[in-house]
């Protein structure tokens, strides 16, 4: 058997410098512990926080959607951004104007008067909360912004530029004129100040001219769907619809979530003629938009011209409704007058005694919280009898029904009563929504429920073409009030009173078969 023999090993020893280096490391240990818990170090073992956007980095991301031509896109950047640096104003300015170019133009004015309050002395805020005025049709608000803006900068194109496109929807032609041959002094290379001249050349009947501007926007910037909807416009004013055709074509396909561009798509293949396309592109714009009440009624009028009655008046019911509810959101404020009873109710007179601005509220009918407005009214009076006066009106903007409140109301003398009155309603025939003479309590109270269901807003032939729709398949029972909408709008329309006048011999004839 063989046996291993035996190794003495001779015992290692620890190395000084060893034991030096371990109670150096002991001793760091110790130190970042210590530091840990006090707080003055992080501890190396929480995780690497993961850089975050800044605001800056979404603005920039919203100008390049912008330059692309995806507003929708663009606006969403910005809002991102001001959620991250909600008092830099320079990102609340171009989100109002993109608001303003998407449609949206009563939280544009809401996004501008916002910025006007946080820098009340910056040009660009007043400048673009003249445009937004001016695109919701509050003309000469938009006319004073403007000067505002002029006032603080005299150099900045833009404000003649929205200046310009005011004045041109107040007719005013030799101002429009002026103020953007101004701006195009001011600065040439600015998309706005061409696309704002070309609209005052468009509105004096200019339309090569207005091409001209616009085509040169374009030039700036190519990929911007609501110049090339321009161009389309205005060739259309000239009759080559071929022409037009291309430009509402090519915005439809930088932008295709652009209701509008189908729209204007299908009603120009409708006018050379071409129904099945027509109606083609105008079911794209509402697919897209199913609230875009225009185009609606183009798809009713295209049916309407194939005699397909059946489609043509859930269309024209449709396009009357979103037209009505478009325009009953853009309310501005509620006020109460006291009137004569003797007068004709129809335009306010200047005692107003209580008012209120307008603001969405939430509510259950509405997952945006913007169908249903509210005004708190405030006395106007500083006589002590008005002291306990106030009240409120909930305004759902989508049914027309609104709830007018009111307390503490002096008695009006005998020959006088209360009337509300809204800002920025009208009724079909053009004066201000009212509520007609309120009934006031012993207790100074109002509460009464009342309905604005048809306003001014819907074209006059989506009226009386309904009607007539309606004549065609024997429903005369439908179709007077329609008839009498349009006569509202306007007493001598020959289509309406036509459509009386057919209705009344259709009942005369059917009686004399019985």
Request: aromatic fraction near 10%.
């Amino acid at each position: 058997m063989y046996i291993e023999p035996t190794i003495q090993r001779k015992k290692r020893r620890s190395s000084p410098f060893r034991v030096l280096v371990l109670l150096m490391l002991i001793s760091a240990g110790i130190y970042v512990y210590a530091m840990v818990k006090q707080e003055q170090i992080e501890s190396p073992f929480v995780p690497t926080p993961t850089p975050t956007r800044s605001a800056l980095s979404y603005a920039a991301e919203a100008e390049e959607f912008y330059l692309q031509g995806s507003l929708g896109s663009a606006i969403a950047a910005y809002e991102r951004a001001i959620t991250l640096d909600p008092d830099d104003v320079l990102l609340h300015i171009p989100l109002a104007r993109l608001l303003v170019l998407e449609g949206r133009t009563v939280e544009a004015v809401r996004r501008a008067q916002q910025v006007t309050e946080m820098a009340p002395e910056n040009a660009r805020a007043w400048a673009v909360l003249g445009m937004a005025y001016d695109w919701n049709g509050d003309v000469p608000e938009a006319i004073d912004a403007c000067a505002r803006a002029i006032e603080l900068d005299p150099t900045y194109a833009e404000a003649y530029a929205y200046l310009a496109e005011a004045y041109a929807d107040a007719v005013r032609w030799g101002e429009a004129t002026e103020a953007g041959q101004t701006a195009l002094q001011l600065d040439d290379h600015s998309v706005d100040v061409h696309r704002n001249y070309g609209y005052v050349l468009e509105m004096q009947g200019n339309y090569w001219g207005a091409v001209e501007e616009y085509e040169r926007a374009l030039e700036i910037h190519p990929n911007l769907a609501y110049i090339h909807l321009a161009v389309g416009r205005n060739y259309v004013a000239l009759g080559d619809l071929d022409a037009a055709i291309r430009s509402f074509q090519r915005a439809s396909e930088i932008s295709p979530d652009s209701a509008e561009a189908y729209d204007r798509l299908g009603w120009a293949y409708f006018s050379i003629g071409e129904f099945e396309r027509a109606e083609t592109y105008l079911n794209q714009a509402v697919e897209v938009d199913p609230e875009f009440g225009r185009a609606y009624g183009h798809l009713a009028i295209n049916y309407w011209g194939r005699r397909n009655y059946e489609s043509a008046i859930p269309n024209f019911e449709r396009a009357i409704h979103l037209e009505c509810f478009a325009a009953r959101k853009r309310a501005e404020s509620f006020y109460v007058t006291v009137e004569g009873l003797g007068s004709d109710v129809t335009q306010p007179s200047s005692d107003v005694v209580l008012r209120g601005d307008f603001v969405p509220v939430s509510s259950s009918a509405s997952d945006d919280g913007e169908d249903t407005l509210q005004a708190v009214l405030v006395s106007q009076e500083d006589d002590a009898a008005w002291s306990n006066a106030a009240g409120s009106v909930m305004f759902n903007t989508r049914t027309g029904v609104y709830t007018v409140t009111l307390q503490g109301l002096p008695r009006p003398q005998w020959d006088q009563a209360y009337v509300g009155w809204f800002k920025g309603v009208n009724t079909l025939s053009g004066d201000p929504l009212n509520t007609g003479r309120l009934r006031t309590e012993g207790d100074g109270s109002v509460e009464v429920e009342l309905e604005a269901v048809w306003v001014e807003a819907p074209p006059i032939e989506y009226f009386y073409t309904l009607g007539l729709a309606h004549f065609y398949m024997a429903e005369c029972e439908k179709s007077y009030p329609l008839f009498d909408a349009a006569l509202q709008i306007d007493p001598e329309e020959v289509n309406a009173l036509e459509g009386i006048r057919l209705c009344q011999e259709a009942e005369v004839g059917d009686a004399g078969s019985r």
